[in-house]
């Protein structure tokens, strides 16, 4: 029902989810691959971020509200472009509901228990009330800007923004499929896909870097690790760039390491078996719901020496190469069905932590020891509040 139909990419199959999942992989790459356009975006945000961490003064903060803001100005722009403007009404009411269901974790726990008992849905649960209020009310404020955008749209001009790579990707997928499938290519369909990115890549990502904070104030020889190498790497005088990348190991690593043992996603989405098979000995009768228990591989003993540990270490080589095909990493998923965000969300976790670490060491809170990182869970999987302190360095 909050996919009108099973019109997004998350939760549809068949014909319907393998072009969607074209379109958008195909206007990803089309939007990534301007990396100009791209580093723009992240770093006009991430520098604003900075100067809000600067203006606490060395102050108890939590960060996750500022990462939350942070993120969902980053994908703003990168999604609608010049179309991102904050004195927008409609721009306003989509963060603030998008903020509204962030926040909503007792609901949202309430609905994927309901979600197993299809006839709730007869029932006047105020949970679920309250969620598919604020889910069909952004689809709608999609839905306008999306008709904005179309009212000026040029195919023969490159698009600037992710809805326009969207647009153009979905023309072409039109021009050659052979049959006449246009209810594939409704409003309907590019407004989930538009809602998929928005809503998975600003929850996710947000967590995942507020994980790594907590995990590198609660660590702090690794903050001091991944500081040394910025400054070799990069030096004083300059922040970051994509470009670097390369030669930051310790940065990704850290990422990795924090979606590890944070596990965002502890549980993939749920799939459905297509026939009926066995795994490991038990039945899977066709149509059975299975959810890959990506938490139950993170933190595994027999796959990962002292798995309850934060150690980046653990993704590096002897040398100091990062490995990323270990076989037992899964953050995004895996097979057909991987997060086709996975790429976008990585490039935003680097730049913002990077210049975050570049720019400032992040201590426990004033006359406390390290915070303790607790994991609670809605959808998502999300650590509970805690404070820390920004020190500006030299």
């Known amino acids: 029902m909050l996919s009108l139909g099973f019109k997004n990419i998350a939760f549809s199959d068949g014909l319907s989810w393998k072009i969607h999942r074209r379109i958008l992989i195909s206007a990803l790459r089309q939007h990534i691959s301007n990396t100009a356009v791209i580093e723009e975006r992240v770093t006009y945000t991430a520098s604003k971020l900075l100067r809000i961490l600067e203006e606490q003064h060395q102050k108890d903060f939590d960060p996750a509200d500022f990462l939350n803001q942070c993120i969902v100005e980053v994908l703003g722009r990168i999604i609608f472009g010049n179309g991102w403007d904050l004195s927008d009404p409609q721009i306003s009411n989509l963060i603030r509901k998008?903020?509204?269901?962030?926040?909503?974790?007792?609901?949202?726990?309430?609905?994927?228990?309901?979600?197993?008992?299809?006839?709730?849905?007869?029932f006047p649960f105020s949970s679920r009330k309250k969620i598919f209020d604020i889910f069909l009310s952004t689809l709608e404020i999609i839905r306008l800007k999306l008709r904005e955008r179309m009212a000026t749209f040029d195919p023969q001009v490159p698009g600037?923004?992710?809805?326009?790579?969207?647009?153009?990707?979905?023309?072409?997928?039109?021009?050659?499929?052979?049959e006449n499938k246009a209810s594939l290519f409704s409003e309907d369909h590019l407004i989930n896909t538009i809602q998929d990115m928005f809503t998975a890549g600003y929850e996710t990502t947000a967590h995942a870097l507020t994980f790594a904070l907590g995990y590198l104030v609660q660590y702090p020889y690794y903050q001091y690790d991944i500081q040394k190498q910025l400054d070799d790497v990069v030096g004083r005088h300059r922040m970051p760039h994509l470009e670097d990348r390369p030669r930051l190991p310790l940065i990704h690593a850290t990422i990795m390491e924090s979606l590890r043992l944070g596990n965002v996603v502890p549980q993939a989405l749920p799939h459905r078996a297509v026939e009926d098979t066995s795994l490991c000995g038990y039945r899977v009768p066709k149509d059975t719901i299975v959810y890959p228990d990506t938490e139950g591989i993170h933190l595994d003993p027999a796959c990962w020496k002292e798995p309850n540990l934060f150690n980046p270490h653990r993704h590096l080589d002897k040398d100091g190469n990062l490995m990323t095909n270990q076989g037992n990493f899964y953050p995004f998923g895996a097979g057909r069905r991987v997060c086709p965000g996975e790429t976008l969300a990585k490039l935003e976790m680097y730049v913002i932590l990077s210049w975050m670490l570049h720019k400032f060491t992040f201590l426990p809170e004033e006359g406390k020891g390290s915070p303790t990182i607790k994991h609670l869970r809605a959808i998502t999987q999300y650590p509970a509040p805690f404070k820390i302190r920004a020190m500006k360095r030299n």
């Open 98 to 122: 998008n903020e509204l269901g962030l926040k909503s974790y007792k609901e949202f726990q309430a609905i994927m228990f309901l979600d197993f008992f299809p006839l709730s849905q007869l």
């Open 160 to 178: 600037s923004n992710l809805m326009d790579a969207l647009l153009h990707a979905q023309r072409e997928a039109m021009e050659e499929t052979k």
